[in-house]
């Protein structure tokens, strides 16, 4: 048996991969109080409640914050982007920012999720794994 071609989720709990290659990233929304958490929880920290959901976010947000890594370990190329994302559920995500020079990343600017090759598994499987990408160069 070979891999997949599509892939399987780095962390599947937190990452949802589809066999068409989208994906979305998966966290909680609170039955109660409506909030939405990253990654999934047991418990609301809002109003305590445990009646949570797993749901699945969107996939579109905007840069509230970012910073450029210089140094990181020899698995990661340097430097890079890494960002924080505001989405429509509440929820701040933290990820690596790619798809754009360096020094053109704006604060504020809309991004989108986009699901990319991390590596592979102990079986072969290709692991897909996430960075958030500006909007305007995601062309579907
Ligand atoms: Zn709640």
């Known amino acids: 048996m070979t891999g997949s071609a599509v892939g399987v989720s780095f962390r599947p709990g937190e990452l ?3 066999p068409d290659g989208s994906g979305n990233l ?5 039955g109660d109080c409506g909030a939405h958490f990253f ?3 047991e418990a609301c920290s809002g109003c305590l409640s445990s009646n949570l959901e797993t ?3 969107s996939t579109e947000g905007v840069l509230y914050t970012f910073s450029i ?3 990181s370990t020899p698995a990661f190329e340097v430097p890079y982007a890494l ?5 429509p559920e509440g929820v701040r995500i933290m990820g690596q ?5 360096l020094d053109e990343i704006k604060i504020g600017m809309p991004v989108v999720l986009s699901l990319e090759p991390f590596g592979e598994d102990d079986e ?3 692991l897909t794994g996430y960075r958030f990408v500006p909007a305007e160069a995601h062309s579907d």
């Open 16 to 18: 949802e991969v589809r």
């Open 26 to 30: 998966l966290g909680s929304r609170c």
């Open 39 to 41: 990654p999934v929880r």
């Open 55 to 57: 749901v699945p976010f």
């Open 69 to 71: 890594v210089r140094q």
């Open 83 to 87: 960002g924080y994302v505001d989405f």
């Open 97 to 101: 920012i790619s798809g754009i020079e």
């Open 124 to 126: 072969g499987n290709t």
